[in-house]
């Protein structure tokens, strides 16, 4: 795996995060409203990704949309690090061909949930100050357990004051399936999409190939990952005692059950078509910067 592959991959994705990160502050108020109540219950402050917009502007001003942007980007320059540095070598290595020597979807989903499943671990500490900071709003629209976090390192000094080293990685194996599927659902499209396009002489120009193939896989990541990133939230944003149990659940398995049978179905997508569009463009921006960061190392030849 080339340092330079790790980097790049990392640098794609604060490019994209600068641009979705309101959008995740919307989807993730979203996740949160009605926790464990039946759908109908509970007062809904955030009733549409328009109006969410509107409302966190209002009351939570401007630079409310760009809550837990610091951890965001940490988490993302991680989790991509990782992801996409993965798939690269994999790709180079042709571990993702089958016998014919084409692009297998199946090897590609294997490749993609075992960097997926790395970066989330390592990234883990970053992801749930994010999911806190997030969270975070005035009172008369606030959701979920409210954190006091006045900054990213104040969480992590503040989480780690309590809890240690085990709180910063706390629900960290619980993100795992998040992770794996959302990221090898990802990876194997944008792979074996791109390998389609050109194979059928669809879109052959390399930049729009990486962009329609990257739309494509957003699009399909979204749908895999929306019902463990509702789990995933739940998990990081819950309040815990004082020896670092969750206040409301016990596990991923536990988190599952208890929004199924109070929430429904419906509780496991919520927030669905704010994270379609959070997803979509940053799965798009993430592999087009990739992509073009790739081709301009080996333009250079900046090998390293």
Known sequence: ??????????????????????????????????????????????????????????????????????????????????????????????????????????????????????????????????????????????????????????????????????GLWRGSVAALPRAALGSGAQIATFGKTKALLIEHDLVTQPTLNSFCAGLIAGSIMSVAITPPDVITTRLYNQGVDAEGRGLLYKGWLDCFVKILRSEGVYGMYKGFWANYLRIAPHSTLVLLFFDELIATREKYGLHY
């Open 1 to 166: 795996m080339a340092t330079s592959d790790f980097v790049l991959g990392g640098l794609a994705s604060v490019g994209a995060t600068f641009f979705t990160n309101p959008i995740e502050v919307v989807k993730t108020r979203i996740q949160l409203q009605g926790e464990l109540a039946a759908r109908g219950s509970y007062v809904e402050p955030y009733k549409g990704i328009v109006q969410a917009f509107v409302t966190v502007a209002k009351n939570d001003g401007m630079s409310g949309l760009q809550k837990g942007l610091a951890p965001a980007l940490f988490f993302q320059f991680i989790i991509n690090s990782f992801r996409l540095s993965i798939y690269s070598s994999a790709v180079e290595k042709r571990w993702m061909h089958n016998k014919n020597g084409e692009v297998s979807y199946g090897l590609g989903l294997m490749w993609g949930a075992i960097g997926g499943v790395v970066g989330s671990y390592c990234s883990s500490p970053f992801f749930l100050v994010k999911t806190q900071q997030q969270s975070q709003a005035a009172k008369q629209i606030a959701v979920g357990y409210q954190h006091t976090h006045t900054s990213m390192t104040d969480a992590l000094r503040q989480i780690y004051i309590k809890n240690g080293i085990p």
